[in-house]
């Protein structure tokens, strides 16, 4: 039944009516979903048993009905307490019997009533009622009139927004004078709540039923205007995009027809021309083409689209079978490798037998290196340098400070500007997939809430897994075991063990006084002659002038500050060439300072200052090589109290207990007697205070010291030693011993007390340097005190 119908219906019978009856007790039925106001006529399905019951009952006697709102519509058999207590004596008008036996009935409503009390709640409700008078207005104001004309004009603007105006209903609406029927009759098609149906339902003043309406009225106006606004932007996009969408097709169809293409066409067929003409094995070409068609079937200027567009473009340009031809003829790789290196024959000697090895098996998968060593020394030039001899291309990355995993594995494709890892897109920039990939300071490596890219490397350096590589971008099976990577790290410390263990640990020390030479002669002076922009002949420089840069102006395992001094020289040349100089220039020791300035370290008068009881010179590996450790021992009277500076590290400090619990042992032996150092302060101090230092390699140099401040003998010039000491005085093995013996060399101490143990790391040692020094293997601290206070018959003859 429409709406106006019903209203027409209710204001025609409801007079016959009004003046009606209405018994104190009737039975009662619950609705759902609705709330009955005054003056209407509702249809209504009746199916639970107790309310079909309640309708016999009203038409076995005056068809007077008590209708009340269930509170929670879900409820089938609602108790009391799920009932409001206000609802509408109905009359019922006809009823339907259906074939399913529910009642289809016919209702007006007659009164707003409340229940009292509930009589009967078996087999169906039966409640005493009373009737609710409502107040009754006696004159229309300025404000009711004016509240009311509100009514109206909102409610004509909810209508026609929902599409539902008709010119009926709104002659219904303006006829009606009184505020309470004006409210009952809109509010009953506001679709409201339940709850704000009943709020208006119970309230009895006309007036103020009409002005809750109102604000009910102004909120939904609110609401339908945004409702009405979204769905015609919806319909006009969608009328936008199917208009569009047809006279693209006629326009193809024109073009076609002409001969003619658009762009959109020519894109697709060269992207299909592409696809043909790159070879990518058969599982990637059959995701590649269900992208295309895919992408084909989009709209151009969605962004779904160009998402796709951009992955078929990396999928195309990705070599995923495409590489270059090894150079396999191994006298001309050491060729190139002797070339661009001086030195370095371990690492030239690991790529000569790899180059063997992929001639003999040309299966064998790409080794993965990983060069340690101090900055400076030549780590990642030797990759390139590895690329040129192989003939392979070659492509670097750094991944120090690196944190997101995504870095390596690539973002997901969910949204725009996702791209692939840095191991993809190294693959197409060099356009191989058997490049030489370097990846530099991987000990710096670190992780956050983004994810830990060392594990995500697992993956890529593992030989066993990197055949099937996943970027997560392409989400494709890529093949990585072709690929020869090199890493480079500091240290080994901080590299995660199982990423370490993926890797072949190669360890570059640093260079000698005399490869420093060659290397400035042959290489570094030569390049920055041409990044300076002159010519040889405005300068001469000897080997001994170099060597006098090496000794004096700097102190590294590397060749970086080397390169940096000569470069300062050569700009020096080039300002005084440019202002009209003519040349050659002349550099010696003696001129040095002038372009230099002064000596930045004078290593004779250091050890001049060490030929003193107490001193002596310790042995230490950092992260950029060797480095010298000089520790002072001082007594005085006091009270056995031992005073440790120079900002050491737990070891150190726990390394100077031992040493001075050694000595302390040895009191027969230091000629002194037993309560010594009750009556004596020690105080042991290690130079450069403001340089933290720890290290298990420190022990013997500081019982050596200490031994040396009891007995007041001098330790022999020119020597230094590294191990740790126990307490009964054993010598134990240290690491980095070629870092330590450079270090020593490059100070010209040509005598290195070692432990015994570490004796077999000597082969590491180049003969050269093994053959200026003298290395004493020592089991004991006793054996290292004979040695350092000269108490042995002849100190060079355990030469190793």
Known sequence: MEFNDALSIGMDDFSNNEEMEIPEVLPMMAVRDVVIFNYMIIPLFVGRPGSVEAVNEALGSNKLLMLVTQKDATKDNPKQEDLYSVGMVCMVMRTLKLPDGRLKVLVQAM????????????????????????????????????????????????MSLRGILSADLMMIINNIEEPGRLADLVGSNLRLKIVESQA???????????????????????????????QNDAKEEMSKSQREYFLREQLHAL?????????????????????????????????????????????????????????????????????????????EAKEVLDNDHYGLDKVKERILEYLAVRKLNASTKGPILCFVGPPGVGKTSLGQSIARAMGRKFHRISLGGMRDEAEIRGH?????????G???????????????????????????????????????????????????????PLDLSKVMFITTANMTDTIPGPLKDRMEVIRLS??????????????????????????????????????????????????????????????????????????????????????????KSLPEAEREQLDQPGLVTGLAWTEVGGELLQIEVNLMPGKGKLTLTGQLGDVMKESAQAALTYCRSRSEELGVDAGYFEKNDIHIHVPAGAIPKDGPSAGISMATALYSAITGKKVIKRLAMTGEVTLRGRVLP????????????????????????????????????????????????????RIALGKTAKVGSRKE
């Open 510 to 599: 640093g260079y000698t006084l005399e490869e420093k030479i060659v290397i400035a002669r042959k290489y570094l002076l030569p390049r920055q002659i041409k990044e300076n922009g002159i010519k040889p002949v405005h300068m001469k420089m000897t080997d001994e002038t170099i060597e006098y840069i090496i000794s004096h102006y700097t102190h590294e395992a590397g060749l970086r500050n080397l390169e940096r001094e000569i470069g300062k020289v050569c700009r020096k040349i080039a300002l005084k060439i440019a202002e009209g100089g003519k040349g050659p220039y002349t550099i010696n020791a003696t001129t040095l300072d002038r372009y230099l300035g002064p000596p």
């Open 734 to 785: 240290i690491g980095g011993l070629k870092e330590k013996a450079l270090a020593a060399l490059r100070a010209d101490f040509d005598k290195v007390i070692i432990p015994e143990l570490n004796k077999k790391d000597l082969v590491e040692i180049p003969q050269d340097i093994r053959d200026k020094m003298h290395f004493y293997p020592v089991k004991d601290m006793d054996e290292v005190v």
């Open 111 to 158: 009164s707003k009533a409340r229940i009292k009390d509930y009589v009967r709640t078996e087999p169906s409700y039966q409640v005493t009622v009373e009737v609710i008078e409502e107040t009754e207005v006696k004159e229309i104001t300025v404000e009711i009139e004016a509240m009311m004309r509100t009514v109206r004009e909102q409610t004509e603007k909810i």
């Open 255 to 331: 073009q076609k027809e002409l001969g003619d293409t658009d762009d959109r066409i020519q894109e697709i067929e060269d992207l299909e021309r592409k696809l043909r003409r790159t070879k990518m094995p058969k599982d990637i070409r059959k995701e590649a083409k269900k992208q295309l068609s895919r992408m084909e079937m989009m709209h151009p200027d969605s962004s779904e689209a160009t998402i796709i567009r951009t992955y078929i473009d990396w999928i195309l340009d990705v070599p995923w079978l495409k590489g270059t031809t090894d150079r396999l003829d191994l006298k």
């Open 422 to 476: 840095r191991i993809v897109q190294g693959l197409k920039t060099v356009a191989s997939n058997n490049p030489v990939f370097m990846m530099d300071e991987i000990d710096k490596i670190g992780s956050d809430y983004r994810g830990d890219p060392s594990s995500a490397l697992l993956e890529v350096l593992d030989p066993e897994q990197n055949f099937e590589f996943s970027d997560h971008y392409l989400n494709l």
């Open 200 to 230: 208006i339902l119970e309230e009895t003043d006309p007036v103020k039923r009409l002005r809750l309406v109102n604000d009910l009225l102004s909120k939904e106006l609110e609401v339908s205007t945004v409702q009405a606004k979204i």
């Open 412 to 420: 997901r494709r969910t949204y725009i500007g996702a791209m692939p």
